[in-house]
């Protein structure tokens, strides 16, 4: 089994701070998706990262996916209170491309006002 | 489109009692997932789908649990018996093979007393 490491697990931060949420493996994905999910909702799709290095940004969030495709990071600058939520990675390890992931543990932030 | 709908979005039931979770996944996906998420072990596969046709059940926790796709709308998954430790929230999720995107939806919680 592939697993996927995210760390940290819990963060509190306040508002306009910068934070950063990691997700580790041991294994090569062909891809890493990150999604957010909200109390009592399911997870959505925030980004795809397929190439190794590449760097994808949406607003205020970055997403990095490392070099040799077992790690990928986001990053949020100046983060606001509906920032707040769970972020999830998900690897596609066997590069099937139509949706079979393994997800990490998660990150669950909470941004104060 | 309307999205993945999930019925029931809560459900209190006592130990031993039958449960019956039902999924329309969007029109026009090919892959229906079933995951269960609890604070311990987050997102696990249980089963999917490809063409109303089950795939992988390796994540099936014991044979109590079952799943089935009579038609490319509408899933159900079953825990018959029910026991405390099934407690979680389950989630159905839609995939097209071409984009690999999961779309989730909104859950059902199980209480098992």
């Known amino acids: 089994t592939q697993l996927l490491e995210q760390s940290p697990q819990f963060l509190s931060i306040q508002e306009g701070e910068n934070l950063t949420v990691y997700c580790n493996s041991s294994s090569v994905f062909s891809s890493l998706q990150w999604y957010r999910q909200e109390p009592g909702e399911g997870p959505v799709l925030l980004v795809t990262?397929?190439?190794?290095?590449e760097v994808k940004k949406l607003k205020r969030l970055t997403f990095q996916f490392g070099d040799a495709r077992k790690d990928s990071s986001l990053h949020i600058t100046a983060a606001q209170p509906g920032d707040t939520g769970l972020y999830l990675c998900?690897?596609?390890?066997?590069?099937?491309?139509?949706?079979?992931?393994?997800f990490g543990q998660g990150t669950i932030l909470t941004v104060h006002p | 489109d309307a999205g993945v709908i999930q019925s029931p979005r809560h459900e209190v039931t006592e130990m031993g009692q039958e449960v019956t979770l039902r999924c329309k996944p969007i029109s026009g996906h090919d892959y229906l997932f079933w995951y269960r998420q609890t604070m311990m072990r987050g997102l696990e596969l249980l089963i999917y789908?490809?063409?109303?046709?089950?795939?992988?059940d390796s994540g099936m926790p014991e044979d109590r649990f079952s799943a089935k796709m009579p038609n490319a709308s509408f899933s159900t998954l079953k825990i018959q018996p029910s026991e405390p430790r099934d407690s979680a929230v389950y989630f159905c999720a839609s995939s097209w093979r071409v984009t690999g995107e999961l779309f989730f939806g909104e859950g059902s919680r199980l209480t098992v007393l």
């Open positions: 789908f490809n063409n109303n046709v089950p795939i992988d």
């Open positions: 990262v397929v190439t190794g290095g």
């Open positions: 998900a690897g596609d390890p066997g590069g099937t491309s139509y949706g079979k992931l393994t």
